[in-house]
């Protein structure tokens, strides 16, 4: 079975740095586009940043581009989100998300990790 693992959430002040982690963990799969969603409180889940499986990335808006930077280690399948100058408002609930397919299953579906919390806060 395929699980995605957070790690990295927490307390960070305005101006510090902050990475967060998301391996996939399992067997028997083929692991394409990964990404990083937040959910702040009264507020809708959305997206701020995704990547291709060749490395392709995209960030959702002007807000987080130049201060977020997303990777990833295909070697690790894992996938990273480096926060740099973190602002009060993006405090949330940041969640990983993949597209796996199962061996022999040509379709990929959509998981998602458990979220972790980040609070950036004086």
């Known amino acids: 079975q395929v699980q995605l693992v957070e790690s990295g959430g927490g307390l960070v002040q305005p101006g510090g740095s902050l990475r967060l982690s998301c391996a996939a963990t399992?067997?028997?799969?083929?692991?394409?586009?990964m990404a990083w969603y937040r959910q702040a409180p009264g507020k809708e889940r959305e997206l701020v940043a995704r990547?291709?499986?060749?490395?392709?990335?995209?960030y959702a808006d002007s807000s987080v581009r130049g201060r977020f930077t997303i990777s990833r280690d295909n070697a690790k399948n894992t996938v990273y989100l480096q926060m740099n100058n973190p602002k009060p408002e993006d405090t949330a609930v940041y969640y990983c998300?993949?597209?796996?397919?199962?061996?022999?299953?040509?379709?990929?579906?959509?998981?998602w990790g458990q979220g972790t919390l980040v609070t950036v806060s004086s």
């Open positions: 998300n993949a597209d796996i397919a199962e061996s022999g299953v040509w379709r990929f579906r959509e998981i």
């Open positions: 990547i291709t499986s060749g490395g392709s990335t995209n």
């Open positions: 399992g067997s028997g799969y083929r692991l394409g586009n």
